[in-house]
């Protein structure tokens, strides 16, 4: 009880929501024309349009104008140059009942954020934080809470030196507290400290309790496949299209999904497979965002197969897919996931005679069907790599009790039963443990390879 209410603390009201009103929202893209900082695999144009979608999936929020300013360098205290700036000021002033703006970049500081908000007389929001709080609002388990939570820090910290370099200004120095001995920023810093601690320690928890839940399906041997991969890529409605799960009901908005969960499926081969949702990723998501949910990624280093979903349709699908990659190889994963993983291009049902260039890659619409036997058909064959799983043929007594243990422990493909002896050739995929217990359960069955 104890750990519950300390819990509900962690969980309480967030004090950087920017509540539940209504934002009238001008979105600002800084567009670098030349230079390191500019992507060559995008346009200004494909930025601002995926900010459009970040602040519509926010219930109340609507986007009053959209702006595209060139700067040579986004990170100086204002952004823009001179002449532009000023430009910017006066259109941004002009708008009906504007609320807020939007700076599409990943994080500014909060010196920035003081001289903007000075200068447009609204509040200025960047990436990182429209993205916490887009993540703020789909969180509905403890562990999404506890990661947004923990996401929140380092802008709590942040917020803090302002609020001291503000106080500092006005007092004429750092003050102590009724003689603690600990100035404000020292106090507040640890106070901090500690709730990242008690949050660390309840994801811990949480994630010990799923490690206690993956060795159970271990035990039972289900191979698991991890489904990744841009947000709104369609991996939800893959995993519809998959297991015929009629209770999914996917979302079309930036992350839908912000838990691990797990779907149970079968192949065509009769393999029970356990399916797991992820959380999408996004272009310029800035680090410590990532790490707060590497409890959620966790799940996937465990995986035996990922399956890299692209929605091929998008206008940056190329770099979304190198998006992807680069996080996946931030994870740490085992060398073998990435070079087995299955790369599915999906929703070809909206481009004519779609052929993909990639090697290996395969062409589905997981919304009608396209393709969904061939992918199901690759997974059983990396997954027979993966787990070691062999496929063979073994000669039964009907009248013994093999037939129900290996319908127990094994995958049963086919039964042909020979009446005139009284005996089966049963065809199965078994993974190797069990291979050896019905080895030692009945050393006299006969045993035929595929």
Known sequence: EEDEAALEELLGPSPLAPGPGAQRVAIVHPAVKWGPRKSPLTTAEL?????????????????????????????????????????????????????????????????????????????VFDRYTVVLHIFRCNAWTKEAKLQVALAEIPLLRSNLK????????????????????????????????????????????????????????????????????????????????????????????????????????????????????????????PHNLVESFSATLEEVAYSDLIVHVRDITHPETILQKATVLSVLRNLNLPGHLLDSMVEVHNKVDLVERYKPTEENALAISALHGHGLEELKQE??????????????????????????????????????????????????????????RYKNLFPNSKIFMS
């Open 162 to 285: 302002n609020e001291v370099s503000q106080r500092d200004q006005q007092r004429g120095g750092s003050r102590y507290i009724m003689g603690s001995g600990e100035t404000f920023l020292e106090t507040q810093n640890r106070v901090l400290k500690e709730r990242e601690l008690k949050i660390r320690n309840a994801l811990e928890k949480l994630r010990r309790k799923r490690a206690l839940l993956r060795t159970q399906r271990r035990k039972c041997e289900f191979p698991m496949v991890s489904i990744m991969g841009y947000t709104n890529c369609g991996k939800t409605t893959l995993i519809k299209a998959l297991t015929g799960e009629a209770g999914l009901q996917p979302r079309d908005q930036l992350f839908a999904t912000l838990d691990i969960t797990a779907h149970a499926g079968y192949l065509p081969s009769h393999m029970a497979v356990i399916y797991v949702d992820t959380i999408g990723f996004l272009t310029d998501l």
């Open 47 to 123: 930025q601002i349009a995926e900010a459009i979608a970040l602040v519509d999936t926010l219930q109340n929020w609507t986007v009053l104008d959209k702006i595209i300013v060139p700067t040579k360098n986004p990170n100086k205290k204002f952004v823009f140059g001179k002449g532009n700036f000023q430009v910017l000021t006066e259109k941004i002033k002009k708008l009906p009942h504007v609320t807020a703006v939007f700076l599409n970049v990943e994080r500014i500081s909060s010196l920035t954020k003081k001289e903007l908000e000075g200068a447009w007389g609204v509040k």
């Open 379 to 436: 997974i059983g064959r990396k997954l027979l790599t993966a787990t070691g799983k062999k496929i063979l043929t073994v000669n039964i007594n009907l009248e013994g009790p093999q037939l129900s243990w290996l319908y127990k422990e094994a995958t049963v493909q086919e039964v042909e039963v020979m009446p005139e002896d009284g005996t089966a050739m049963v065809k199965v995929i078994i993974s190797s443990s069990a291979f050896g």
